[in-house]
């Protein structure tokens, strides 16, 4: 096994708040699985993670743990507030007041015109929040869809970390944390959680035990030695088997077997007539 270089990386978590966790357009379970697990032990080291895809979560991810909190947007970190149909020149002033510890924006019309009323406001969130980008499972800066461009996300200045078990293209001055030698993303993952030191409870290790299985095709292909240890160590934190299988019960679709007549469950009948002569 390919020890991973892990001092740069080390240096610049502790320093992070916020994480945002970014995987590519049309993930598998492997990266999916991967990056949920790396958000949950992040999250248990007192770190603020946001998990993001350009693309929809699939249903058959539905039984990783924390893949319901998978966003599509990244812009967190400013909350705005925008009037639909309403004249902008109308409003002369906006200003705020804390009245009993509650924050109050107060909107202004000009004298003459009406304050927008309620059906017309608009939340929404913009800027990113992230002090440390980890970008899961992606083999090019392109195949992040439309977080390719994002100047907030890889910026002059921007951390940026890169786990896989392939090379990857396209990203400067990334920290990778690349395991060529790994069977999957999952294994890889597994790796950067232990080399950190991060908490791997029973919800990662069974998110990572799921993602080593179907990036395997259930240890079908690619594995190693250290695959097998990796499962081993998983199941030994508490990974639950019971959602790693993934073939329907097509028990209710098989035929139904004929009763046995009722005579069947009879004793047998004994002749009890005279002996012959």
């Known amino acids: 096994m390919q020890n991973l270089d892990l001092k740069g990386f080390q240096q610049a978590l502790p320093e992070a708040k916020s994480v945002v966790i970014l995987m590519p357009e049309k993930p598998t379970l492997d990266i999916v699985a991967s990056a949920t697990a ?55 002033r906006v200003s705020y007041n804390i009245e009993s510890g509650k924050f109050m924006l107060v909107i202004s019309p000009k004298s003459g015109t009406t304050a927008p009323n309620k059906d017309q406001i608009v939340l929404g969130y913009r800027g990113v929040s ?52 790994a069977s999957s993303v999952s294994e890889s993952t597994l790796r950067v959680i232990e080399g950190l030191n991060l908490n791997l409870n029973p919800d990662i290790a069974t998110n990572l035990l799921a993602g080593l ?15 097998f240890s990796a499962a081993s160590r998983l199941v030994g934190a508490g990974a639950r088997l019971d959602l790693q299988s993934t073939t329907p019960n097509t028990a209710q679709n098989q035929p139904q077997a004929e009763k046995a007549p009722s005579s069947w469950m009879e004793e047998p009948k004994v002749f009890t007539g005279n002996r012959l002569p």
Do not use: H, W
């Open 38 to 92: 790396l958000s949950l032990a992040l999250s248990e080291d007192k770190k603020e993670t946001t998990v993001a895809c350009p693309s929809p979560m699939l249903v058959e991810f539905n039984r990783l743990v924390g893949v319901q909190k998978v966003t599509d947007s990244i812009e967190n970190r400013n909350l705005t507030i925008s009037f639909e149909d309403y004249e902008a020149t109308n409003i002369e």
């Open 130 to 181: 992230g002090d440390l980008i980890i970008v899961v499972g992606a083999l090019t800066k392109n195949s992040l869809g439309k977080f390719n461009q994002e100047k907030e996300l890889f910026g002059e200045g921007s951390k940026v970390a890169l786990v896989n078990n392939a090379p990857v293209s396209g990203f400067s001055s990334a920290t990778e944390l690349i395991s060529p030698d």
């Open 213 to 227: 299985r179907a990036g395997t095709d259930s240890f079908q292909r690619a594995v190693t030695a250290e695959t």
